[in-house]
């Protein structure tokens, strides 16, 4: 049993979406959260140079007496996730693009998937590695979505006009009534999930690897004895930190957390 917070980390506010994923699924666990937006994107960056801002995340939250390391981001993930691992003695529970799930829906019936992420996420090997384990007979489609990323960073999200814009400027080149799913593979996107559905056909399902992910973090804490003992009644602390230490981004963080997502 441990008491201490779990640390999370993102570039910026889209490991929000991820800590109200794990703070519904795990409501006894404190969470201390940091996001790096003044480092961010992470998704357009070298990936040496995201490895040295994760260490440097992680070794904040460290400090701060976190009990595991949650990567609530898939860049950092790919670039970060088994240095990470190797360094410290602390669980590290990664995320990658929910791709697993979208192909495993078919029941034998081929799945033509769309897989939205950062260009760092689909470039590296951990991306291809998983395309290559799941292709078989499905068509995987990759876009990287930048804007998508900015426009939450400057908390614009709710900008409904300009969100259905970007979004529909991306999905452009594909045929769209052809598709299975499409998979939300960084965690800013599930901010804008009810626009994709308003977007998307009905026949289209939209994933994301955050319950899955919380699934994860509960195994881990539970196989290594980490879960919290609290009194039933006890509601989960959730700490919010950024680099970017401003009125403005704290209020945005806090609105992320607590609002409906947007419609
Ligand atoms: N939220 C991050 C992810 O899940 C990346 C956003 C960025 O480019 O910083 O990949």
Known sequence: MNNAPIGVFDSGMGGISVVRQIRQDLPHEDILFYGDSAHAPYGTKPTEQVKELSFAVTRHLLSRGVKAIVIACNTATSAAAPDLRSSFSLPVI????????????????????????????????????????????????????????????????EDRDLAIKTITSYLKPYDLNSLDSVVLGCTHFIFYRNYFRQILPDSVAIIDGNAG???????????????????????????????????????????????????
């Open 94 to 157: 990664g995320m990658e693009p929910a791709l697993k799930v979208a192909c495993g829906r078919g029941e034998g019936k081929p799945q033509n998937v769309l897989v939205l992420a950062t260009s760092l996420t689909l470039r590296e090997r951990k991306f291809a590695r998983l395309v290559e384990q799941v292709r078989g007979n499905n068509t995987i489609h990759t876009q990287a979505c930048p804007d998508l990323v900015s426009l939450v960073e400057s908390g614009k999200v």
């Open 213 to 263: 992910t919380s699934h994860h973090v509960r195994a881990i804490l539970e196989e290594s004895g980490n879960l919290a003992d609290r009194p039933d009644n006890y509601q989960g602390q959730v700490t919010l930190e950024n680099s970017q230490n401003t009125k403005e981004l704290d209020l945005l963080a806090r609105h992320l957390l607590e609002a409906p997502l947007p419609r």
